[in-house]
């Protein structure tokens, strides 16, 4: 996995909630900022995209965006142990944006582990039509969601625990998997090979703007 989207790096340190906001824009004191590298979901009227957290207050967050920030109505900030928090932009600067929560939060909450699951990369919920080939098996499948490390699929056929799948479609690389998980229809798999978090933003990015057109 994408070094970034894996580490916690920096500690605490005194300033405000959106450190280093362009000239010009509203900024608000805080009791501390905590530095952070950590991949999260930017939830944009319930389209979701891939982030990185990188500065974390009780006031706001400032993210890193692989996409631009479209028009929107709500914007929520999903983290990676599954808490999320309503927000509001207050600029945005290349690829860097600062937001301020709806109401102030507990920072130790956002931070936490998720309770009684290991942490694990963002899912993003997407939706598109695949074709997958396991063995003598050739099958229409419908991806759910997608992670660095694997997908959620929607598959109409019998298919094994551990079994090798690949799966092609018009919107990804060929994805070569193996069945992790199954409940009928759905089915976990795990990527051969991980996307970088910034490969992946990229792709998801693309299929929601898309969908939503």
Known sequence: MEKMASREIAS????????????G??????????????????????REYL???????PGG????????LPPHGRLHVEFDNGEMREVRVLWQQGDLAGFAFSQEADVGALLAPPSGTPRRPPRIAVRFDAALSAGSLRTS????????????????GWLMI?????IES???????AKIRWRRPPHYGVVFEQTFRLDELARYCSEMVEGAAD
């Open 162 to 166: 551990d079994e090798l799948v690949r």
């Open 51 to 57: 982030c990185v957290v990188k500065d974390l207050s």
């Open 12 to 23: 605490a340190m005194t300033g405000e909630i959106v450190p280093d906001a362009p000239d």
């Open 25 to 46: 824009v509203e900024r608000r004191t805080s009791r501390r900022v905590i530095a952070l590298i950590r991949p999260g979901k930017l939830v944009v009227d319930g």
């Open 61 to 68: 967050v400032k993210l890193r965006l692989f996409h631009t």
């Open 141 to 156: 499948v419908v991806v759910r969601d997608l992670s660095q490390r694997g997908a959620c699929i929607e598959c109409s």
């Open 170 to 176: 018009a919107c990804m690389p060929t994805l070569h």
